[in-house]
């Protein structure tokens, strides 16, 4: 097998975001509060009417629950700059010095890519998805190329 052929580094500061989470995010977020707010009016006003407020604070707390969940994958990112890697996952943000970071792998069948650090540790990186596909290799490939321009990593 013939070695990945070099890709040029982008100009920083770049981001890095899944596509199709978001995606999803949106619409599942849209559909739920469709859905909830279609079986809500269909409902006659005897049945609504026997909803009391803790009831209906449940169902909105569960709603806004949902939401969190959706925003957490939503707001996951990679973002290269001049002076390191900031990786967001979640509602969890990390800062790394471009001589902590050793490596960036997505093998095939991998749901994120992974950082490899001068620790010896790993980190997910969510905000590339393996579930993009040609784009989620192509960030892959720019992120590398930033790596490569960064210089060196730090001994283990």
């Known amino acids: 097998m013939s070695p990945e052929p070099s890709h040029p580094a982008p100009a920083l500061p770049r981001t890095w975001r899944p596509l199709g989470v978001r995606i999803a995010g ?3 977020s849209l559909m739920l509060v469709v ?3 279609v079986v ?4 006659s006003p005897e049945i609504r009417g026997r909803f009391d407020w803790f009831q209906r604070g449940t169902l909105v707390v569960l709603g806004l629950g949902f939401l969190s969940l959706y925003l957490s994958l939503v707001r996951s990112r990679v973002v290269a700059t001049a002076e390191g890697l900031r990786v967001v996952n979640g509602f969890r943000t990390r800062d790394f010095s471009w001589p902590q970071v050793l ?3 997505l093998p095939p069948g991998a749901p994120w890519a992974v950082l490899d650090l001068a620790d010896g540790t790993t980190v997910s990186a969510l905000g590339i998805q393996g579930s993009d596909g040609t784009r989620a290799r192509t960030a892959v490939r720019e992120l590398r190329a930033v790596l490569e321009a960064q210089g060196p990593a730090e001994p283990r």
């Open 103 to 105: 490596a960036v792998n």
């Open 26 to 28: 949106v619409a599942f």
């Open 40 to 43: 809500w009016f269909s409902w």
């Open 35 to 37: 859905l909830c707010a």
